[in-house]
């Protein structure tokens, strides 16, 4: 038996603006496709599809059945939201076939503390959210970990090629592409010193201009 989460979802006639009334009466409007087949609108119960998103990652297969038909997997490829209320308001899910590889993003998540960070007072510098990476449905990881231990001193960087993925998994983004770094924190002048700094300007122009040409009479 499958341990995967499910999600059933039913057939749907309407479309277009008449699928504000679907939203109203709880129900969540969809489409399903895959790899040879035609896509199928469908309508979801929208609680239960919060419910999956709340304790489901990105990659996370799922059973999908419609119309209470025979489950087949599938994964969550989009989810349009609501620019205000950042709801749910359409969802993708493309079923896949488990012999076939996908390409997926995954989010990278720092774990560890970085000594020049807790010690030396600099700045985490993490210039990627996510990697990209090929692999079987069922071996896609949910997310990778980024050890930030290694991040010892300022001269240190995590590339790509540092982190750890399961086998199975080919991680499609260039290796050399950096990550994250620790930036030295910013030296702040002390107040003495640039108050010495300003009245020595002061002084310079409050100096009288030498003359031009000729000795003094």
Request: hydrophobic fraction near 40%.
């Amino acid at each position: 038996m499958s341990t995967r989460p499910a999600l059933a979802a039913a057939h749907r006639e309407v479309t277009g603006k008449a699928v504000a009334r679907l939203r109203r009466d709880g129900r969540l409007p969809a489409v399903v496709f895959g790899h040879g087949l035609d896509s199928e609108s469908v309508s979801l119960d929208a609680h239960e599809f919060d419910q999956l998103r709340r304790h489901s990652g990105a990659n996370t297969l799922i059973d999908l059945s419609i119309d209470g038909g025979r489950a087949r997997p599938a994964l969550v490829h989009g989810v349009q939201v609501h620019p205000i209320s950042r709801r749910p308001v359409h969802v993708d899910l493309f079923l896949v076939r488990m012999t076939e590889e996908l390409t997926v993003d995954v989010r990278i998540v720092p774990t560890g503390t970085s000594d020049a960070v807790e010690t030396h007072g600099g700045t985490l510098l993490q210039v990627m959210e996510s990697i990209r990476v090929r692999a079987l449905p069922d071996q896609l990881p949910q997310q990778v970990e980024l050890p930030l231990e290694r991040l010892v001193d300022f001269d240190a960087v995590l590339k790509v090629g540092d982190l750890s993925l399961p086998a199975g998994v080919t991680v499609l983004t260039d290796a050399d592409e950096v990550i994250a770094k620790v930036a030295p924190p910013r030296i702040e002048v002390e107040p003495e010193a640039a108050e010495a700094e300003e009245a020595e300007g002061e002084a310079a122009e409050a100096a009288p201009a030498p003359a031009e040409g000729g000795e003094e009479a």
